[in-house]
């Protein structure tokens, strides 16, 4: 990767629907060397994919963060069936040190919020929890371009 690849994956990060043509203008090249770049980085598995971000808040609930302490001798990678089971999980990470992982939510309400976290805390890999609501946030990745 060189610096117009990361020009290019900055200019998509920012906007995936921008064109081509666009992407080629602001980084000086033709369209045909812009779009065989992009589908090269597609191939090499650097752009996994295109998604549409959709503003949970429109339609009301709230986003959670809940730490979860596993129990001694637990893989990390079974957080990952669990949050895979659970609809209302957005996202997941193991992470170093204390808490075993955290993982994002979006539900309707407290407590929808509290039904969840005891689903999850039910599981025998679980040993605790600490439950964080979110106040309000932002995104680098969804800011509007400039």
């Excluded at 920012?14 to 090249?29: D, F, H, Q």
């Excluded at 001798?73 to 996202?91: F, H, K, M, N, Y």
């Amino acid at each position: 990767m060189d610096a117009i690849d990361q020009e290019i994956l900055d200019l998509l990060r920012a906007n995936a629907r921008m064109p081509v043509s666009e992407i080629a203008r602001r980084v000086g090249l033709s369209g045909a060397p812009v779009a065989r770049r992009i589908e090269r980085l597609e191939n090499d598995g650097v752009i996994r994919g295109y998604v549409a971000i959709i503003d949970d808040t429109a339609g009301g609930g709230l986003d959670a963060f809940t730490e979860i302490r596993l129990t001694g001798g637990t893989d990390t990678r079974e957080l990952e069936e669990i949050a895979r089971r659970v609809p209302e999980v957005r996202q997941y990470f193991t992470i170093a040190g204390d808490p075993d992982g955290l993982v994002r939510f979006r539900v309707r309400n407290v407590d929808h919020l509290q039904q969840v976290v005891n689903a999850i805390r039910s599981t025998k890999i679980v040993a605790g929890t600490k439950t964080l609501i979110v106040m309000s946030s932002w995104d680098r990745a969804h800011e509007p371009e400039q």
